[in-house]
């Protein structure tokens, strides 16, 4: 049995620490809101968040940070990508030489363009740091439905040994070296999702999303790899897995908010009618910049830029995709 805590009492983070605990560990959530962690110890269900799921009662929770950090095998860092730095920052005074953490949010700083464990590690320099991903509602996990998901380390025996921590006959969990590879898959499927519900949202069909799918996995792997990433991980669970599941699933947050813009929605109004965090607001931008800094075509992001930023019509967007120059699906050198 490990010790753990969450960091972090959103859906995720509630899905997650339930999971652990019918893992057998022994499991702590914090919240950085005390109403909230009185709620939970007295309702034992995040009713606006996670409904349905009970949370047992020997599952602790605290808004003391010192103590969720203190004495433990594994912190999961659950909170919003927004403020994966400030709570990050808050932990480093408490946090022992070689505590291992690995991060379950999924996005890219815009003003940094630093991936979330580069932050982590930046405010927490002694921890060792891991990421999870992969196509894994939070709302499929708290019901125990089958979920695959990949945890990504610098060290193999760090992913094996949370590999093996987190591991159930519902959820089965890969490992890879690739970290970046997986954060630039994580981040940058939320802002094809937003097109892909934006598609919906217009009323078109699926042959739409398909296209906004593979068209999309292709613009993250040209930049993933152009920054180190290897292709492969593309092409798996934090790539094409967790795009295929964000764009399509009614659970998405990203595509729901598409789905608005789609039907007329300003940004600001659909991501108040989310009422979460709709991460691929964030990371449309840091996607865009990363474009440019590394010189890769990726017009399915810049045109979800031009709509959430620049008040273009999502319908216009949708018909400057498909009126763009003739190009070859795949490299024109290959051509007899």
Same mark, same amino acid.
């Given at each position: 049995?490990?010790?753990?805590?969450?960091?972090?009492?959103?859906?995720?983070?509630?899905?997650?620490?339930?999971?652990?605990?019918?893992?057998?560990?022994?499991?702590?959530?914090?919240?950085?809101?005390?109403?909230?962690?009185?709620?939970?110890?007295?309702?034992?269900?995040?009713?606006?968040?996670?409904?349905?799921?009970?949370?047992?009662?020997?599952?602790?929770?605290?808004?003391?940070?010192?103590?969720?950090?203190?004495?433990?095998?594994?912190?999961?860092?659950?909170?919003?990508?927004?403020?994966?730095?400030?709570?990050?920052?808050?932990?480093?005074?408490?946090?022992?030489?070689?505590?291992?953490?690995?991060?379950?949010?999924?996005?890219?700083?815009?003003?940094?363009?630093?991936?979330?464990?580069?932050?982590?590690?930046?405010?927490?320099?002694?921890?060792?740091?891991?990421?999870?991903?992969?196509?894994?509602?939070?709302?499929?996990?708290?019901?125990?439905?089958?979920?695959?998901?990949?945890?990504?380390?610098?060290?193999?025996?760090?992913?094996?040994?949370?590999?093996?921590?987190?591991?159930?006959?519902?959820?089965?969990?890969?490992?890879?070296?690739?970290?970046? @590879? *997986?954060?630039?898959? /994580?981040? =940058?499927?939320?802002?094809?999702?937003?097109? &892909?519900? #934006?598609?919906? %949202? !217009?009323?078109?069909?699926?042959?739409?999303?398909?296209?906004?799918?593979?068209? @999309? *996995?292709?613009?993250? /792997?040209? =930049?993933?790899?152009?920054?180190?990433?290897? &292709?492969? #991980?593309?092409? %798996? !669970?934090?790539?094409?897995?967790?795009?295929?599941?964000?764009?399509?699933?009614?659970?998405?947050?990203?595509?729901?908010?598409?789905?608005?813009?789609?039907?007329?929605?300003?940004?600001?109004?659909?991501?108040?009618?989310?009422?979460?965090?709709?991460?691929?607001?964030?990371?449309?931008?840091?996607?865009?910049?990363?474009?440019?800094?590394?010189?890769?075509?990726?017009?399915?992001?810049?045109?979800?830029?031009?709509?959430?930023?620049?008040?273009?019509?999502?319908?216009?967007?949708?018909?400057?995709?498909?009126?763009?120059?003739?190009?070859?699906?795949?490299?024109?050198?290959?051509?007899?």
């Amino acid at each position: 049995m490990a010790n753990i805590s969450v960091i972090g009492a959103g859906s995720w983070g509630t899905a997650l620490a339930w999971l652990l605990h019918n893992n057998g560990h022994q499991v702590t959530v914090w919240s950085i809101m005390e109403e909230e962690v009185q709620m939970l110890k007295t309702e034992r269900e995040h009713k606006a968040k996670l409904p349905g799921v009970k949370l047992p009662e020997d599952m602790e929770f605290t808004s003391d940070l010192k103590a969720a950090c203190e004495n433990r095998d594994l912190l999961v860092l659950a909170v919003p990508s927004p403020y994966t730095r400030s709570t990050s920052h808050s932990m480093a005074g408490l946090v022992k030489p070689g505590q291992l953490i690995v991060n379950v949010a999924k996005g890219i700083e815009d003003k940094t363009l630093m991936t979330l464990s580069d932050i982590i590690e930046q405010e927490i320099p002694q921890a060792e740091v891991a990421v999870l991903s992969g196509p894994s509602h939070a709302e499929e996990v708290g019901k125990g439905l089958p979920t695959t998901i990949v945890v990504g380390a610098r060290k193999k025996a760090t992913a094996e040994y949370i590999q093996g921590l987190f591991m159930s006959p519902v959820f089965r969990v890969y490992t890879s070296p690739d970290i970046l @590879g *997986i954060e630039i898959g /994580a981040a =940058l499927k939320n802002v094809i999702a937003l097109a &892909a519900g #934006t598609a919906d %949202g !217009l009323g078109y069909g699926d042959n739409t999303k398909a296209a906004l799918i593979t068209r @999309g *996995i292709s613009e993250i /792997a040209r =930049l993933g790899t152009a920054m180190g990433a290897q &292709a492969e #991980t593309f092409f %798996g !669970l934090s790539g094409i897995g967790d795009l295929v599941v964000t764009c399509a699933s009614v659970h998405s947050r990203n595509r729901k908010a598409g789905f608005l813009i789609g039907q007329g929605y300003t940004m600001q109004a659909a991501m108040d009618e989310v009422k979460m965090i709709v991460e691929g607001v964030y990371s449309a931008k840091a996607g865009l910049l990363l474009s440019q800094k590394y010189k890769i075509d990726m017009p399915i992001i810049k045109i979800v830029n031009q709509v959430l930023f620049e008040n273009k019509p999502a319908s216009d967007a949708v018909k400057e995709l498909m009126l763009r120059d003739r190009k070859d699906e795949i490299g024109a050198d290959l051509w007899q």
